[in-house]
């Protein structure tokens, strides 16, 4: 690679580790490792097909992979022949692909051996690759060319009802990586887990900065990004020592056995960190970053290191090259210790939504704070102050929410929700579910004829909810499916004629109706029935032919469940058993068939209260006993 991509500060970085320590591994998944040499390699092989088949700046690539090393080869060879990238999550429905690939002009996919052909449909041009990034049919080394501006769109929820593509440029990505090494000082030692999908923006911190550091970048698969304990085994075989996630991936490995050790370097985003989850982060002596940032500004715009104290946490110091103010309504920045809204200016601004001037214009405005001719500052709808000296988080100014770190705006759903020929009317709100995490719930008037009243079993009704879930999923990725439906005979409106949000009333947290009532018939349903709804934090039984996700369950609360199977009966459930298995029906009879045959797990099931107040050790004693009895 020459320097005609400096700008593109991890080419120009894997080029040199390429040079001194080829043999290094540079990255690790699913399919094998790569060196540095060979990804180096790889790239500029995979580069040359691109730039044959017309990459070069400005041209957007679909990235429509499964979670492995070529990953990170397909992501540098989209810049090495000067294009852009745009993830294309193939977790994500059909249509919403299609309106992101519309949207974006993409004509070329690179596409993973494993995806399902029908998400490309209509593609003209789809390479595919294997594992490690090399293309069907193979390619030479390439030789320099153009290089973009532009580095990826990254499309993220529009509240019309349409996704928004940000448009970010190579210098807000290089800014963003030299502020992060300097802040993190990574050495060729370290190994950082890669867990996030690449139409999360973060993804580009974790792929990118190891490599200019001539470290290892461990990319995590879809099944261990699912699977907790999968998870930490991989960070353990593999000694990562740094890893960054949201708070709700946080919580998924701390409830699946802990934090490995060795990731003695944790940043924490995406949403509010608590503070009971940073005292839990910090155990150990680890080093925990508070980061803070909109997609719109790249990636993160802020960060605290943050320290085992009472304090509330705070949003740390800008990052390199990067400025905030919390400014009033009239634009001006409001006297420490008020409410404003944060505004971010600086290296990170990016150009604004793709083929969208007017919502471009209202968010990234004229900076008049810079002094430099031309610099814009984005709104970020988020509230602030300045307490104490430190930068204070005051969640949102519009209704764009965070569920399980996943940003949504709830008008998109609405919009999905108003489609359907049942629906007169619908509004979507986040209530805090029984278990004290957020769920989102679709409140609906019916059109004329149909039959309204609360959700409760009424005939009409059965048919409703399902349907609605199947259009919603057919738009929407499955973060942004309501948990829960209440119908309403109209929506509460405040004195002006809006809707008024407050007044929607948080669901009754009972069982779905949508499934007749069937009691469990062996002691082990009975026993999943009442941890279901012990977690769940349902009071009515559960019925075995009810749906764990209908139920309100998510990927916490699966790890929670799969956690209490594994302390009462000391079977190594994988957690894609319960995604597939959902109902106490189908896992009771899936674990039937994991258990070994020398244990019934029924049999256990019926001792449970004897064996309830053992321990670990007593209990693995007893079934070893029961074993050999068998
Ligand atoms: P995204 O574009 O998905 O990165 O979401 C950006 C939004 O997430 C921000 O505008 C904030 O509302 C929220 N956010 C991100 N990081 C944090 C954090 N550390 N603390 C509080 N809110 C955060």
């Not at 007169?424 to 004290?436: I, L, M, Q, R």
Request: proline residues 7%.
């Amino acid at each position: 690679m020459s320097d005609a991509v400096s700008g593109v500060t991890a080419l120009a970085s894997i080029r040199r580790w390429r040079d001194t320590s080829p043999d290094a591994v540079a990255v690790s998944g699913a399919g094998g490792v790569l060196t540095y040499r060979e990804l180096h390699d790889r790239v500029d092989r995979l580069a040359a097909v691109l730039r044959a088949r017309g990459v070069g700046p400005e041209v957007p690539v679909g990235l429509c992979l499964e979670r492995c090393p070529g990953m990170v080869v397909a992501l540098l060879a989209v810049w090495r022949a000067g294009g852009a990238y745009v993830p294309l999550d193939p977790g994500f429905p059909e249509d919403r692909l299609r309106l992101m690939r519309e949207d974006a002009g993409i004509r070329l996919v690179l596409a993973g051996q494993g995806v399902d052909a029908r998400l490309l449909d209509g593609v003209p041009d789809v390479v595919e690759l294997a594992w490690d990034g090399t293309p069907a049919g193979g390619g030479d080394a390439t030789a320099d060319g153009p290089v973009g501006d532009l580095a990826y769109l990254m499309y993220t929820s529009g509240s019309t009802g349409r996704p928004k593509g940000v448009a970010v440029p190579h210098r807000a990505v290089a800014n963003l990586l030299e502020s992060f090494a300097s802040l993190l000082g990574l050495t060729p030692r370290d190994a950082w887990l890669a867990v996030t999908t690449l139409s999360f923006d973060i993804s580009v911190l974790e792929l990118l900065l190891p490599l200019t550091r001539g470290a290892r970048v461990v990319v995590a698969s879809a099944h261990e990004t699912a699977d907790g304990r999968a998870l930490r085994s991989r960070a353990v075989s593999e000694a990562v020592t740094v890893m960054q996630a949201t708070p709700a991936s946080w919580r998924i490995l701390l409830e699946s056995g802990g934090v490995p050790e060795s990731i003695t370097t944790r940043l924490c985003g995406g949403e509010a960190l608590p503070r009971d989850l940073a005292d839990a982060l910090l155990e150990g002596g680890a080093r925990l970053w508070n980061v803070y940032g909109p997609t719109e500004t790249t990636v993160w715009s802020t960060a605290g290191r943050v320290a085992p104290s009472p304090a509330p946490i705070d949003l740390g110091e800008p990052i390199g090259n990067t400025t905030v103010h919390i400014l009033g309504p009239d634009g001006r920045p409001v006297p420490p210790g008020e409410i404003g809204e944060l505004h971010i200016g600086g290296a990170g601004v990016a150009r604004g939504y793709h083929g969208m001037p007017g919502q471009t214009a209202a968010r990234f405005l004229p900076d008049p704070f810079s002094g430099v001719p031309g610099a814009r500052m984005y709104a970020t709808g988020d509230l602030a102050k300045i307490e104490d000296g430190k930068l204070r988080y005051l969640g949102r100014a519009d209704r764009q929410v965070k569920v399980r770190g996943f940003r949504i705006e709830l008008g998109e759903i609405e919009s999905v929700l108003r489609t359907a020929p049942e629906v007169a009317d619908a509004a979507v709100g986040v209530c805090d579910g029984p278990d004290g995490l957020p769920r989102l719930v679709a409140y609906v008037v019916l059109a004329a004829g149909k039959p309204a009243g609360e959700h409760d079993g009424e005939p009409g009704d059965a048919e409703l909810w399902p349907a609605l879930r199947e259009r919603l999923r057919r738009s929407l990725p499955e973060y942004m499916v309501p948990a829960h439906l209440v119908v309403l005979d109209a929506l509460p409106l405040t004195p002006n004629g809006k809707l008024d949000r407050r007044a929607l009333p948080v669901p009754e947290w009972t069982r779905a109706r949508s499934r007749p009532y069937r009691a469990p018939s062996t002691a082990l349903e009975e026993d999943l029935a009442a941890m279901w709804g012990e977690v769940l934090g349902i009071a009515e039984p559960v019925g075995v032919d009810d749906d764990f996700f209908e139920l309100g369950g998510h990927s916490l609360t699966a790890t929670q469940i799969i956690a209490r199977i594994q302390a009462r009966y000391a079977v190594n459930v994988p957690i894609v058993v319960l995604f597939e298995n959902p109902t106490i029906a189908e896992l009771a009879a899936a674990m039937d068939l994991l258990d070994d045959d020398d244990l019934d797990l029924t049999e256990i099931a019926a001792l449970r209260d004897e064996l309830d107040g053992l321990s670990a050790e007593d209990l693995a004693a007893v079934l070893d006993q029961m074993a050999s009895d068998a």
